[in-house]
């Protein structure tokens, strides 16, 4: 089985808590066992590329910086002209966007960051160490030969790996490639993911009594698009075996990923296996002893994943993070990462049960004196509501055997971002 060996990454397995649960490791395996990378590339204006993956490795074409440069404001100089003096006339001035000029012997030229080092320069003063009089500059401290220069290729080399096949492209990346004067890229196509919610009670509409609003769809879009998937949106079906037969019947040509959230538990409602059966398709695992998110199911419809995610908003969230976002990296070709693998350490107290892992939302308290950070747990094990995972930084996990976290412990996390987190 392709995939059978890898591993959440997160420490989260262990005692699966009855023998027909998955661990988590069982469950991940399964849900890339069917997965087949995505063959068609395409390319793309590098502003658009944002969330794609990488379909080529790709090289520099130039060293950087391209050319010998101030990395200060201040005065360049040759080293050399200054001996015995602490004073140099000036004899011009040279700003970012001039075409390189020469120094004159015997002289200094104003320089601004990034402005291509006069040739014969050696050294550029800061202005702070200057004082400037407009027609002469007088050094009040020795400048060091060779100080604020940004050397022609020192950044990196032509032909230097920038970008590796398979990265999904994120800013920084884009910022790398058009500071190469790169404006297009080669991007694996988008897995194509079809998602649906389930259940009579659930309505995009106004809320008859008994009927409750659907969170899972928007919820499960949204994350979709923030992993660059093209998204369809299927709707809510009904509790209605049939009719979910003959909506799954012909998508499995169209779609690399078939999403549904609800009716994959014990329920007589819970119709998504029967249904996915009568549609031609195939199960291969359910049930993960995961908390929330034990009853996901793994399935296959022709040429598609099948992933039934759980009804309960937080439970679907969980099952995407652990599950559905290792799918798309493995479809586009990426590495699928593992699930909360910062290491981080609890700042509460926690009785639990164990037998399955836990994911819960936390919030960042602080950082300990080994700079890790201090975690606080959110709401109270509560699958139905989104409201502690709004409020939370991350999200982090226990193992399935944990049965008690005590102050100090450690933890693994996914936060939600580091940079501009507390300090
Ligand atoms: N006897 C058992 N009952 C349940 C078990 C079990 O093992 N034995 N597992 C529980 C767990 S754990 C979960 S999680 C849920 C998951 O059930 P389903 O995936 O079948 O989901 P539903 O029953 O359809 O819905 C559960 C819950 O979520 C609400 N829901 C559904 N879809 C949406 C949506 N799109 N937006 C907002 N809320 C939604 C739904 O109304 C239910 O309240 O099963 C437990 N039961
Ligand atoms: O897995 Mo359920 O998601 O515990 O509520």
């Given at each position: ?26 469950a ?8 087949r ?46 001996e ?26 104003r320089i ?12 550029v ?12 500059v ?19 080399d ?18 790398l490639?058009a ?16 998602v ?5 009670e ?6 008859a ?8 769809r ?37 779609f ?11 329920g007589?409602?819970?119709h ?14 359910w049930?993960?002893a ?6 996901v ?76 950070p ?6 109270a ?9 709004a ?33």
């Open positions: 089985m392709d995939g059978a060996n890898v591993s959440t990454g997160c420490g989260c397995d262990g005692l699966a808590g009855s023998q027909q649960l998955l661990s988590c490791s069982e991940r395996a399964l849900a890339l066992a069917n997965v990378p995505i063959l068609q590339q395409q390319t793309l204006p590098l502003a658009q590329a944002l969330g794609w993956t990488a379909a080529a490795d790709i090289f520099a074409p130039r060293a950087m910086p391209y050319f010998n440069n101030s990395a200060m404001d201040g005065f360049a100089l040759r080293l050399a002209d200054l015995g003096r602490c004073c140099l006339p000036v004899a011009g001035t040279v700003a970012a966007g001039d075409a390189p000029c020469e120094l004159p012997t015997g002289a200094a030229m601004y960051t990034g402005a291509p080092l006069p040739e014969g320069a050696d050294t003063a800061m202005i702070e160490t200057c004082i400037d009089k407009v027609t002469k007088h050094f009040s401290t020795a400048p060091t030969r060779g100080s604020n220069i940004r050397r022609a290729g020192s950044d990196q032509a032909g230097q790996l920038l970008l590796r096949k398979g990265t999904r492209i994120a800013p920084r990346h884009i910022g490639l500071a190469n004067g790169l404006h297009d890229i080669a991007v694996v196509r988008r897995p194509r993911v079809a649906f919610s389930t259940g009579n659930v309505t995009a509409g106004p809320c009594p008994g009927q409750i609003p659907d969170a899972n928007p919820l499960l879009c949204a994350l979709l698009a923030e992993h660059a998937a093209e998204v369809s949106d299927l709707g809510i079906l009904p509790d209605d075996p049939d009719a979910t037969a003959a909506a799954f019947a012909d998508l499995g040509g169209q690399d990923l078939i999403m549904t959230s609800g009716a994959v538990s014990m007589g409602k819970d998504i296996r029967d249904a996915l059966i009568a549609a031609g398709g195939d199960i291969q695992g049930r993960v995961i908390k929330p998110g034990k009853p199911l793994f399935g296959t419809l022709g040429d598609a994943v099948f992933t039934g995610l759980p009804g309960n908003p937080f439970a679907a969230y969980v099952g995407f993070h652990m599950f559905v976002l290792a799918q798309l990296a493995r479809m586009s070709g990426a590495q699928p990462a593992p699930f909360a693998a910062t290491p981080a350490s609890a700042g509460f107290e926690w009785q639990r049960k164990a037998g399955r892992a836990e994911v819960f939302p936390v919030r960042l308290k602080g950082y300990d004196a080994n700079g890790l201090v975690l606080q747990r959110l709401g094990s509560v699958s139905a509501t989104l409201v502690p995972l409020e939370a930084d991350g999200v982090a996990i226990v193992a399935a055997e944990t049965s008690a976290v005590s102050m100090g412990d450690i933890l693994h996390w996914h936060p939600f971002c580091t940079i501009g987190a507390l300090t």
